[in-house]
């Protein structure tokens, strides 16, 4: 029996034969050319970006039926470097001055952009590397005839691989893959974040020596749990798993008696459980694991790909669609939102030196009449097709949402005059997401109709620590009390001053901190829909006055670990 331990990148249980997935072996002519072919060579280059582009597109199509818009947006990183400015422009300079031949250009310039990467500290830049690689071996395949080995799988394994790309993972057969295991990765790569997305159970970055020696065909377990491997088990350990994997695999089962339910908790208080959307297939896959309405529909999503912004008529035509699918359930819009770690080619933004505390979110909207106003005038004309509720996001300021509510009542006015129909007094929200707005939540409160607490930024801006930063993501917690009294903060002020509030990110799906936000008086969750069943099951599972006790306990903790120590053992997880 062998045992690694590693990267926790998906939960679950797995048991299965062991599936080595090699690496492709890319043949790369390695020839210089004379000057008579060197325009034939670019030639042949731009031909393969564009086919490797329509694979890509190809992908990312498959990858929104599968698994959801938002996941499939990972590709959106890949098209853009086939796309760049400076990286293929590169390539073609090389073949021109150095006269190389196609591949060697690629191989040359994509490793030179690999090893300044290398060399950064930044993880997500280091976890961007995979995606570098993944279109540079995309290229060298294409150019040089080589066809991907996935290999035709006939029965359930557990693929293990030394690493494995972005679109490997996105491709692979649910049928037969029951796990997965890499020698190398991270928690925050897009292979990482796809196999959770696709509910794998995963470890990353299990280390060197996991190849060695590895037989194809022998017993592992996936422990995704506890991020632990164990090859060749022996029968008391296969046996202890086998039956764990048989009580997950029932209560997977178990859990779509709560598809049609409303979510309640023991004592029958009502709270909602709301998925995330990026697109419409998304809302299929939410009304389908029972999700009672949307609780954050993304819209940048639409404005990728694209050298234009969408037009007015176009959003009006995805909005409708969406409003009219999950009626009468509640979609809750969240207008454009970039900058950060988000960009779309249509809007020009600065390049900035801290661009999470920089030009992003609402900061940039408001500047930008010509994406605002068709947007808003988009929403507002679908709104007479379904329960509308429009969210702004990333306000700091109540002069923020004043501006916002101007621009609102400008594009309803044109709207009438134009005697284009819309429901009047739409419901507005805003994101809680930085510490400005929970500390002046009981104001912001009064100029809007509900607020949604967004975890992932508001423990990044309250903690001052980078979830993607290895050095310090300890410190993005969202069991340290200072995010859970800031949580708090929000909710009662919400309360007073009668509007709801609920809650996004990763942390709202976090089955451990359900009784905490019960006890707080959280009225919805919003979550993607893989967690929609199991969070729906957690909340039935405890007593509205219970889990306010508990809230009461864990707001007194200084620590995150007493914290999470302490919800550890008061969980009814029944998994």
């Keep these: 029996m062998r045992t690694f331990t590693g990267i926790k990148a998906s939960s679950g249980l797995a048991k299965g034969e062991v599936y080595l997935k090699k690496k492709d072996k890319i043949e790369v002519d390695y020839t210089k050319i004379d000057a008579v072919r060197v325009e034939l060579e670019i030639e042949r280059l731009e031909k393969t970006r564009q086919q490797v582009k329509r694979q890509l597109e190809e992908i990312k199509e498959k990858t929104a039926c599968k698994v959801g818009v938002e996941e499939a947006a990972i590709f959106q990183a890949h098209l853009l470097l086939l796309d760049d400015p ?63 080995t996935c290999g035709m799988l006939t029965k359930p394994v557990v693929l293990v691989a030394e690493d494995l790309s972005p679109s490997e993972t996105a491709m692979l057969d649910l049928q037969y893959v029951k796990g997965m295991v890499t020698e190398k990765g991270s928690h925050v790569s897009h292979t990482a974040i796809l196999a959770r997305s696709l509910g794998i ?48 695999e029932k209560w997977r089962t178990g859990l779509s008696r709560y598809r049609e339910l409303e979510t309640r908790t023991k004592d029958g208080k009502r709270v909602k459980v709301a998925g995330n959307a990026g697109g419409v297939k998304d809302v299929d896959r939410i009304i389908e694991q029972g999700g009672e309405g949307i609780g954050l529909y993304r819209t940048e999503f639409i404005f990728l790909d694209r050298r234009d912004p969408p037009s007015e008529e176009e959003q009006f035509e995805i909005y409708r669609e969406a409003l009219e699918k999950i009626y009468p359930r509640e979609v809750v819009i969240r207008t454009l939102d970039i900058g950060g770690d988000k960009s779309v080619k249509c809007v020009d933004l600065p390049l900035e030196e801290n661009p999470f505390l920089g030009y992003r979110g609402i900061r940039n909207y408001l500047d930008s009449s010509e994406i605002y106003r068709p947007q808003l005038r988009a929403l507002i004309r679908a709104s007479v097709y379904g329960n509308l509720k429009i969210m702004f996001p990333m306000i700091s300021t109540l002069e923020e949402i004043r501006r916002i509510k101007a621009a609102v009542k400008e ?5 009438r005059e134009e005697e284009i129909a819309f429901t009047p007094h739409l419901e507005l929200g805003i994101m809680i997401e930085v510490p400005s707005a929970a500390l002046m939540a009981r104001e912001m409160a009064d100029e809007v109709d509900f607020f949604s607490i967004g975890s992932n930024d508001l423990i990044q801006y309250t903690m001052a620590a980078d979830r993607i930063n290895p050095k310090v993501s300890c410190l993005h917690s969202p069991y340290h009390p200072s995010v859970l009294r800031i949580i708090k903060m929000a909710v009662d002020a919400a309360h007073e001053r009668r509007i709801w509030a609920g809650f996004c990110g990763e942390a709202a799906s976090d089955l451990l901190l359900v009784p905490f936000l019960l006890g707080i008086g959280l009225d919805e969750f919003s979550v993607s829909a893989g967690a929609i069943l199991p969070l729906k099951e957690a909340i039935a599972g405890w007593d509205s ?4 006790e508990l809230a009461k306990n864990i707001l007194e903790m200084s620590t995150g670990e007493q914290v999470k120590e302490y919800l550890l053992k008061v969980a009814v997880i029944k998994r």
Excluded: H, W
């Design 545 to 548: 006055q219970r889990a306010s």
């Design 201 to 248: 159970p995963a470890v990353v970055g299990a280390g060197e020596g996991l190849l060695a020696g590895l037989k194809e065909g022998e017993i592992v377990i996936v422990d995704g749990d506890n991020g632990k491997v164990i090859f060749a088990p022996g029968e008391t350990v296969l046996q202890e798993y086998e039956q764990k994997i048989k009580q997950e």
């Design 411 to 415: 594009v309803t006015e044109m709207l």
């Design 86 to 148: 400076e990286l293929i422009p590169a390539v073609k300079e090389k073949i021109r001055k150095d006269k190389f031949c196609a591949e060697f250009a690629v191989s040359k310039v994509i490793e030179g952009y690999q090893e300044i990467f290398r060399a950064m500290e930044d993880e997500y830049i280091k976890a961007r590397m995979a995606d570098l690689e993944d279109v540079k071996n995309r290229i060298l395949r294409a150019l040089s005839g080589t066809a991907e």
